[in-house]
């Protein structure tokens, strides 16, 4: 029998109200059942978040270097725990041990830099246009988060928004991926045992419409803070901006690695399958689009054909393995369905395209695939696969390669391989994304810079580093008049004009 796990609100493990539970099994092995979760519903949802507004009080008055310690004890809990809490999310979600090792680090330096964060979380100080008179900006929460997260970071997501947010004096409802809830439970045990107080952060499991949705529609809601596709971040858009609600989104992408005719092939085409496969293609960063001058691109598609030969499929357990299987049969389907876009779109299949489930004992695995020679236009060049699925695309020297690949909706993450310094640089300002990466692939961010997209990818905000302080915080501007008199400002100003 599986381990049933609870939701957690107000500081206990409780079940859903109506008593329903979901399974979540290995996408490696779907036969092995990891745990029986709560399948919560609005009436969870609400209690969840009237924990936390009833919360809210104290903990936005606790002093942000406190919060921050308590955030300092939940990170070295992480670090004590990284290999079984990396071990974990490989048989949960399916990737290799090496990027759950990334998804978990990625939370510790998220707890790293944001406990010290609530000894800084700066405001200004400026002069003010009038005499005796002191004006300055302080940092307040926003109030009640709501965090909705996929399941491809699992531990990554809610914790670069949790921490954040705990440390700005939020109190948050966490609604994480229907596919990979005992990661966020084993989050949410490191949170209680490093004293994170009762309604500060509350989880509840299940699912998108059932649990997501009446977290967004809340109306002790302050702000939602969600990382996922586009179609439902729109949804949570429409929703939570007519109730004028903070709203932050992180979509995805459709990011493209592009060679210039001088790049380093070796280099070039070894970035490309790192970001192309590593997590079976399932990052938003993925270099899904490798865009080529045309004079080098049978180099660089024979260096790509060569090495996914060289890529072993298999259990992500196992040390040698480098791509694991999708994350559930939907989207093992949804990625084979693409490759059938592909071919009939007459893009050229040159490796993979096949489903894997029956050489691994009914495991979600695919082909690592790539197609040649599609063009821009073509949906597999358009549209997020999310999945080991590369599509090249040949283009005619560097203007043709920066309008393609700037030419889809999308505007996460891009990458140029160029030894021409001048025409790197332009490509850095000519480039559609939030990310560009000279001579390395679209993949791998780092905590103290900002993280997000341009375009349709989000709505203007950067999560992480200080970006994230911003996004955590309200602004309050403050004036602090001692000269004894009433003071009006543009009126008594003492400009050059009005002498
Ligand atoms: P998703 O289907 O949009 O789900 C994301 C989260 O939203 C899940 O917790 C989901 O619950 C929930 N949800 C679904 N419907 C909802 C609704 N109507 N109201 C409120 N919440 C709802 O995305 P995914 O398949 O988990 O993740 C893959 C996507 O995430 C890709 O598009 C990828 O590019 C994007 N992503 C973006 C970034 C970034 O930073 N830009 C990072 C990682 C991933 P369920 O689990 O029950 O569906
Ligand atoms: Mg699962």
């Given amino acids: 029998m599986a381990d049933t796990h609870l939701n957690y609100i107000d500081g206990r493990w409780v079940p859903a109200a109506d008593g329903d539970t979901f399974l979540d099994t290995n996408p490696a092995r779907p036969d092995e059942v990891l745990g029986e979760f709560q399948r919560s519903g609005p009436a969870d949802v609400d209690a969840a978040v009237q924990a936390a507004a009833r919360a809210q009080v104290e903990w936005r008055h606790t002093p942000a270097p406190l919060r921050g310690e308590i955030v300092a004890r939940a990170t070295r809990m992480l670090v004590e725990r990284k290999p079984e809490l990396a071990k974990g999310i490989t048989r949960e979600m399916g990737k290799v041990l090496v990027d759950s090792g990334y998804d978990v680090q990625g939370a510790i330096t998220s707890g790293e830099y944001m406990a010290g964060e609530g000894r800084r979380m700066f405001g200004d100080t400026v002069p003010s246009g009038l005499s005796n008179r002191m004006a300055m900006t302080v940092r307040e929460p926003v109030g009640v988060v ?114 210039l005719d001088d790049a380093d092939i070796e280099e070039a085409v070894a970035g490309a399958l790192w970001g192309g496969f590593s997590t079976a293609g399932q990052r938003c960063t993925a270099s899904s689009r490798i865009v080529v001058d ?32 999708l994350i559930n049969g939907t989207q093992l389907e949804r990625v084979h369905s693409y490759t059938q876009v592909g071919i009939g779109e007459g893009a050229e299949l040159v490796v993979g395209g096949k489903k894997l489930q029956d050489e691994f004992g009914g495991g979600y695995f695919y082909a690592p695939t790539l197609f040649d020679n599609a063009s821009s236009d073509m949906r597999i060049a358009q549209e997020e696969i999310f999945g080991p699925t590369v599509t090249v695309i040949r283009v005619d020297g560097y203007d043709d390669a920066i309008s393609v690949a700037n030419g889809t909706r999308y505007g996460l993450s891009a990458a140029v391989y160029t030894r021409d310094t001048a025409r790197a640089l332009r490509a850095v300002s000519e480039l559609q994304a939030g990310l560009v990466y000279l001579n390395a692939p679209t993949i791998g961010s780092e905590i103290h810079l900002p993280f997000g997209g341009v375009k349709d990818t989000g709505n203007g905000h950067r999560e992480s580093g200080p970006s994230a302080i911003e996004q955590f915080t309200e602004i309050k501007t403050v004036f602090l008049d001692y000269s004894g008199t009433l003071q009006r400002a543009h009126i008594d100003e003492p400009t050059k004009e009005s002498g």
């Fill in 294 to 325: 045309r004079r080098v691109a049978d180099d660089v598609v024979d260096g790509l054909v060569e090495g996914i030969r060289g890529l072993v499929v298999g259990d992500p357990l196992d040390a040698d393995t480098n791509v694991g299987p």
């Fill in 146 to 259: 709501g965090i909705i997260t996929p399941w491809n970071l699992p531990m990554l997501m809610p914790a670069w928004k949790l921490f954040p947010a705990l440390v700005c004096g939020n109190t948050v409802v966490v609604k994480p991926a229907e596919d990979t809830p005992l990661t966020a439970v084993r989050l949410f045990e490191i949170l209680e045992e490093a004293g994170v107080p009762p309604g500060v952060a509350n989880l509840v499991t299940g699912f998108g419409p059932e649990a997501g949705q009446p977290l967004v529609g809340h109306p002790d809601i302050d702000m939602i803070s969600f990382t996922g596709s586009q179609s439902v971040g729109r949804r949570i858009a429409t929703s939570a901006g007519g109730e004028l609600k903070h709203v932050s989104l992180e979509m995805g992408g459709k990011n493209a690695l592009v060679v």
